[in-house]
């Protein structure tokens, strides 16, 4: 089932607006941003690093727990992951109450180890993501527990959709919205909330050369696995698509566009340089995208972009840009 309805963005939105933040827009429109980007009508950005974990994840991990039955609950939840959803099933396990095993690389980012510790989950360190995954499987059947999926969900897609939603509403200008691509659980539920409520918008995702799935899985027509990853944004670094959020994607989504490492890395300095905001390469996705391949077919329109999250060290930020 591909279908999302308002009815059910709605009731999304209704069941976090006691507990998830109504991210600020910030328009694109100082001077120092006009030496930047293409030459569109006008441009906005939606903060949603200053989200409940420091991401648009906590939207719809807060969602999947919340709505679990009482005896789910009882059981917990367990995740994987080595980026913003470990932190975000870990704060909203916590808010909400229910026990959380986080399955996280050893490799990952220390400031989002620490940051599902510090909220009360249970740290199992993993040699790498794959492992991470059969820690997660393995722990749900051997215990009971819940998986949270980190994209690959009605609720996650739901999620996202809230978000999708605040945007267009408080920018009914917008017309062509760039979204980054993970999995496909952030652009499943944005694209889906935006078309349909103003369907002649442009929706165009993005995604790293080096974690193309999406991309792929559009151009043969279903979910498709890559063999390797190699990108910078861990957070977009998602090996392959799946079917739920692939097909809500493919129904909502114009165009998956990619851009390289150094267009990302480029973009994380933008930010810096003119909001000083500490972007991890996922957060600059679709800034990398607006100034890089959309550069021209984004001229003369009304464009919004998201800032999807900032978990990020100052050590690996800094040698990420170092790289470079």
Same mark, same amino acid.
């Given at each position: 089932?591909?279908?999302?309805?308002?009815?059910?963005?709605?009731?999304?939105?209704?069941?976090?607006?006691?507990?998830?933040?109504?991210?600020?827009?910030?328009?694109?429109?100082?001077?120092?941003?006009?030496?930047?980007?293409?030459?569109?009508?006008?441009?906005?950005?939606?903060?949603?690093?200053?989200?409940?974990?420091?991401?648009?994840?906590?939207?719809?991990?807060?969602?999947?727990?919340?709505?679990?039955?009482?005896?789910?609950?009882?059981?917990?939840?367990?995740?994987?992951?080595? /980026?913003?959803?470990? $932190?975000?099933?870990?704060? %909203? &396990?916590? @808010?909400?109450?229910?026990?959380?095993? +986080? !399955?996280?690389?050893?490799?990952?980012?220390?400031?989002?180890?620490?940051?599902?510790?510090?909220?009360?989950?249970?740290?199992?360190?993993?040699?790498?993501?794959?492992?991470?995954?059969?820690?997660?499987?393995?722990?749900?059947?051997?215990?009971?527990?819940?998986?949270?999926?980190?994209?690959?969900?009605?609720?996650?897609?739901?999620?996202?959709?809230?978000?999708?939603?605040?945007?267009?509403?408080?920018?009914?200008?917008?017309?062509?919205?760039?979204?980054?691509?993970?999995?496909?659980?952030?652009?499943?539920?944005?694209?889906?909330?935006?078309?349909?409520?103003?369907?002649?918008?442009?929706?165009?995702?993005?995604?790293?050369? /080096?974690?193309?799935? $999406?991309?792929?899985?559009? %151009? &043969?027509? @279903?979910?498709?696995?890559?063999?390797? +990853? !190699?990108?910078?944004?861990?957070?977009?670094?998602?090996?392959?698509?799946?079917?739920?959020?692939?097909?809500?994607?493919?129904?909502?989504?114009?165009?998956?566009?990619?851009?390289?490492?150094?267009?990302?890395?480029?973009?994380?300095?933008?930010?810096?340089?003119?909001?000083?905001?500490?972007?991890?390469?996922?957060?600059?996705?679709?800034?990398?995208?607006?100034?890089?391949?959309?550069?021209?077919?984004?001229?003369?329109?009304?464009?919004?972009?998201?800032?999807?999250?900032?978990?990020?060290?100052?050590?690996?930020?800094?040698?990420?840009?170092?790289?470079?």
């Amino acid at each position: 089932m591909t279908e999302i309805s308002l009815e059910q963005i709605h009731n999304a939105q209704a069941d976090i607006c006691d507990t998830l933040i109504k991210t600020p827009t910030l328009a694109l429109n100082s001077d120092r941003w006009r030496t930047v980007l293409p030459d569109i009508a006008s441009g906005a950005v939606k903060l949603e690093l200053f989200q409940q974990a420091g991401s648009f994840k906590a939207r719809g991990a807060y969602l999947g727990i919340r709505n679990l039955s009482a005896e789910n609950r009882a059981k917990g939840v367990v995740a994987a992951s080595g /980026g913003n959803h470990a $932190m975000a099933v870990a704060w %909203a &396990a916590q @808010k909400l109450g229910v026990s959380a095993k +986080i !399955a996280i690389p050893q490799a990952a980012d220390p400031i989002r180890i620490e940051g599902c510790r510090s909220t009360g989950a249970e740290v199992i360190l993993c040699k790498d993501i794959v492992e991470a995954f059969a820690v997660m499987e393995e722990t749900a059947a051997r215990e009971g527990c819940v998986t949270m999926h980190p994209f690959e969900g009605e609720h996650m897609t739901l999620g996202s959709a809230t978000c999708g939603a605040e945007f267009v509403a408080t920018h009914p200008e917008i017309d062509m919205f760039i979204i980054p691509v993970g999995g496909g659980g952030m652009i499943s539920g944005l694209s889906a909330a935006i078309k349909l409520a103003r369907p002649n918008a442009t929706v165009i995702g993005v995604e790293p050369f /080096g974690a193309d799935s $999406m991309f792929r899985s559009f %151009a &043969a027509g @279903k979910p498709v696995r890559l063999d390797n +990853i !190699a990108t910078i944004a861990d957070s977009l670094a998602s090996p392959l698509a799946m079917p739920y959020s692939f097909g809500v994607t493919h129904r909502y989504t114009d165009e998956i566009v990619r851009v390289e490492d150094d267009d990302l890395r480029h973009a994380m300095r933008i930010y810096q340089d003119i909001l000083k905001i500490t972007a991890e390469p996922a957060c600059a996705a679709s800034l990398a995208a607006l100034i890089g391949p959309l550069k021209e077919s984004a001229a003369g329109r009304n464009v919004g972009i998201i800032a999807c999250g900032s978990n990020i060290s100052m050590a690996r930020y800094n040698s990420l840009l170092e790289k470079n």
